[in-house]
T-cell receptor
Framework: DTAVSQTPKYLVTQMGNDKSIKCEQNLGHDTMYWYKQDSKKFLKIMFSYNNKELIINETVPNRFSPKSPDKAHLNLHINSLELGDSAVYFC????????????????FGEGSWLTVV | GESVGLHLPTLSVQEGDNSIINCAYSNSASDYFIWYKQESGKGPQFIIDIRSNMDKRQGQRVTVLLNKTVKHLSLQIAATQPGDSAVYFCAEIRSSSNTGKLIFGQGTTLQVKP
């Protein structure tokens, strides 16, 4: 069973469109994240939700809106897509609590490759 | 600002040799470091971690060294195998943040030559 699953894996879309990437985790974790990996492989956090509550929002344009319908899901909606949004987006999850924030309890999905043309 | 970086973008080694991947960080308040491996087409995968009260930690074929004086950590892979070919990231969690936010370095591509 896949612990953190993202859909779609590949997405090619035109500038100006609106698209969503979905993420689900079956680990029972309370915290979920979105990371963006650019063309130079640099990974940077975008958002984090803890039990449906937003706890990290890292200076991401308003066109990006995360939505967490329940603690097992964290979706990323992007409005008015721009060329610079082309990247790989990774969802991740971890248990709640400072003592739980260790590398081996943070699980990443396999990524969603977004290409804006 | 926040910065966790790596010294070299690409490292090429012969199969069977040892590999050393380096990372520098800038915040002396950093207290927990993790090495991740990212294979092509996949997400980052945990390799090994180390807390700031340690200077060395060993796993299976991997060792992480932490030098707090010069804010440097390294990942050593013994007897490198073709399956070790991947991008390696150092990352940091500041336990004071209580959010689980990972701060990643740039990544080093490890190429293993047969």
């Amino acid at each position: 069973d896949t612990a953190v699953s993202q859909t779609p894996k590949y997405l090619v879309t035109q500038m100006g469109n609106d698209k969503s990437i979905k993420c689900e985790q079956n680990l029972g974790h309370d915290t979920m994240y979105w990371y963006k990996q650019d063309s130079k492989k640099f990974l940077k956090i975008m958002f984090s939700y803890n039990n449906k509550e937003l706890i990290i929002n890292e200076t991401v344009p308003n066109r990006f809106s995360p939505k967490s319908p329940d603690k097992a899901h964290l979706n990323l909606h992007i409005n008015s897509l721009e060329l610079g949004d082309s990247a790989v987006y990774f969802c991740a999850s971890s248990p709640r609590g400072a003592s739980s924030y260790s590398g081996n309890t943070i699980y990443f999905g396999e990524g969603s490759w977004l290409t804006v043309v | 600002g926040e910065s966790v970086g790596l010294h070299l973008p690409t490292l090429s080694v012969q199969e069977g040799d040892n590999s050393i991947i380096n990372c520098a960080y800038s915040n002396s308040a950093s207290d927990y470091f993790i090495w991740y491996k990212q294979e092509s087409g996949k997400g980052p995968q945990f390799i090994i971690d180390i807390r700031s009260n340690m200077d060395k930690r060993q796993g299976q074929r991997v060792t992480v060294l932490l030098n707090k004086t010069v804010k440097h950590l390294s990942l050593q892979i013994a007897a490198t195998q073709p399956g070790d070919s991947a991008v390696y990231f150092c990352a940091e969690i500041r336990s004071s943040s209580n959010t689980g936010k990972l701060i990643f370095g740039q990544g080093t591509t490890l190429q293993v030559k047969p």
